[in-house]
């Protein structure tokens, strides 16, 4: 509650760590920003006052100040002990998708920096990083805030702990949890109105838009789920070894997968998709044929620890059904909450919206260290 | 971030403070519950050492223990000395819907008692109160969580403060604030299938079933939505003098307004209702021949600062329609979500999902204080 400075360290320029510097700049009573790291170069107030800070509003005109600190790529032990040094309580936000960097915080924890990422792969790797990150934060009294990792800045993760703090019993949970996914099938498979598009012609127009990784088969594969459903599932007290522990349905045809990441593979991974449009048609037809629409999702059962990710038809006028663009949505089912669930809809993925969700997590670290 | 002990006074025990109270119990690193007050009765822990605590889990045999202080009523100026005199920092839950009470909200907050509470009376009156509430919560350094006034557990205020604070710009805030209104009109005029019940059937059978006030005019006057509609604009921004500062669409036939609010009023009323069935059936009718329903929404506008509570028409296939039960669905329109708005829907009233907000709320302003 007083007004103690508090430092922050940021990791990641990128579309998420741009977007989460201007929120930064506008936030009431922001955190000292004294670190800011991106692939090759480090921006660092001088010790040991920890000061002038970094202007998160023109960080990009600072690194020229003479005032501050230029080095190379730090360390991720280096970054932490300069935060632990800081003359108060310090935080890492990590706005990489990097697991080396996501298997250090533990070494932050327990020098007492608290952690705030979008970055899902230290949450959802194997069971003992997920132990020790929360058994360090224990140790250093330190916190950790990771809203981000599922359903970017939706109110998912939060949602889910305040059911399970308060003694609810979390039954179920299921939903459509990739933006790519869920535009993918929106378009191929329309609830209302039909389309005539093949899929492999709706993944392409994903692919022009941006809405897909630069290698569509990083979203077809299915892991982006799989790492949020273990997120979501580990959350609800089931003890998930790692994400690929359970059923995953790819969308990759068996006869494509071994081709190479390369751009060159990327290339005829797209030019031999339409062979398999065929296969596709059969399933949207199936699902027509039951008056129901395809989906791809993910759903945790957890009285049966069955965690599951694939191809699934829902009625028509359900809210699954009915989602427009690439939202995502999900449902929590729970004792409390009975037949009807608890559901939470939105953008799921985007620069803004998953930045929003690190700075509000930001700001409610800030206040527990304060 | 110590673990100084956090001294609790609890003021109701209806449904939404029993529930409380049960889940209370079984919460992680309670709060010691030291003072228990029903309309005539206060529970207390002995001072000076407000040690023994009150047993939250069976708190109605305890009232029979030797070890424990008995009283009558106490004024809320005693209850707030009594939690501010112990030895740490003190929170009070009021689980009351009593606005005498929340003008008190002041008095303990100045002292540094923080508020939890369900209680929208407080913070849907007068703009006065609003704002003397969060003036003396910022000089008394204490806090004030609310979430269950609107929306019972869903995550409906949480998620506002986020998007305002990390500066999104809400521009629009709509849904079913009512969980008996939403019960009504689902059930009148369903978005899939049909009914051919009469309204006044439709709310005997509410009435019947315990989803309406004793007095089904108090849903059916909106001004419960005119209260959380109230909550949400001021949160949105807006400077909202009164929750009757808006055009609210009374359900209550002009004829009928003035009956007494008696039992043998109540009765009349019911009685009286089947008179205007016709009225209603117009309403449904018309919206049927749009290809619509007809539902009891309220809606901000927050850039034309208008708000307003009545009936709408919505398309079937939109979530409004689609609304199942009792439940509320609150969408957030913002300038980063854009087009598609972020949802929160599920069981917007009930004692356990209610007193599951207020628990919620209690862990975070304890995770505060500590």
Redesign the interface.
């Known amino acids: 509650?007083s007004a103690s400075p508090i430092y922050l360290g940021v990791v990641g320029v990128g579309g998420v760590g741009t977007a989460f510097l201007s929120?930064l700049a506008?936030?009431?009573n922001a955190p000292k920003l004294v670190l800011l790291a991106r692939s090759s170069q480090t921006l660092l107030a001088p010790t040991p006052a920890y000061s002038p800070a970094i202007p998160a509003a023109d960080w990009a005109t600072a690194a020229a100040a003479p005032s501050l600190n230029k080095a190379g790529a730090l360390s991720a032990e280096e970054i932490a002990t300069y935060l632990a040094s800081a003359p108060g309580r310090a935080i890492l936000v990590d706005n990489t998708s990097d697991i080396n960097l996501a298997r250090q915080y533990p070494t932050f924890l327990k020098k007492g920096v608290s952690i705030v990422t979008p970055n899902k792969k230290g949450f959802s790797d194997d069971l003992s990083l997920w132990k020790d990150i929360f058994a360090s934060a224990a140790e250093g009294?330190a916190l950790v805030y990771h809203e981000s990792t599922v359903g970017a800045?939706?109110?998912v993760l939060?949602?889910l702990k305040?059911?399970v703090?308060?003694?609810?019993e979390v039954t179920r949970i299921e939903g459509v949890f990739s933006g790519t996914l869920s535009f993918l099938f929106n378009t191929f498979a329309p609830?209302?109105g039909s389309s005539s598009a093949q899929w492999s012609a709706v993944v392409a127009q994903a692919k022009e838009l941006g809405y897909t990784e630069p290698d569509p088969r990083d979203d077809l594969n299915g892991m982006d789920v799989a790492r949020k459903l273990t997120i979501l599932a580990r959350l609800a007290g089931l003890e998930i070894s790692r994400p690929d522990s359970f059923p995953i349905e790819s969308l990759i045809p068996a006869e494509l997968a071994s081709l190479p990441s390369s751009a060159d593979g990327i290339t005829q991974f797209m030019n031999r998709l339409p062979d398999f449009d065929a296969e596709m048609a059969t399933v949207k037809a199936t699902a027509e044929k039951q008056g129901k629409v395809v989906r791809y999702v993910g759903s945790i059962d957890v009285a049966a620890k069955a965690v599951k990710v694939g191809l699934q038809y829902f009625d028509k006028?359900t809210?699954i059904a009915?989602l427009?663009?690439s939202?995502n949505i999900i449902s929590?089912y729970t004792k409390?909450?009975?037949?009807?669930?608890?559901?939470?809809?939105?953008?799921g993925a985007g620069g803004?919206?998953t930045a929003?969700g690190v700075?509000?997590d930001l700001?409610k670290v800030v206040?527990?260290?304060r």
Chains 1, 2 share one sequence.
């Open positions: 509650m929120q506008r936030l009431p009294k800045g939706l109110p939060s949602t305040d059911l703090a308060t003694g609810d609830a209302s006028d809210a009915g427009k663009g939202d929590f409390r909450y009975g037949a009807n669930p608890l559901i939470v809809q939105g953008a803004d919206v929003m700075s509000a700001l206040e527990r260290l």
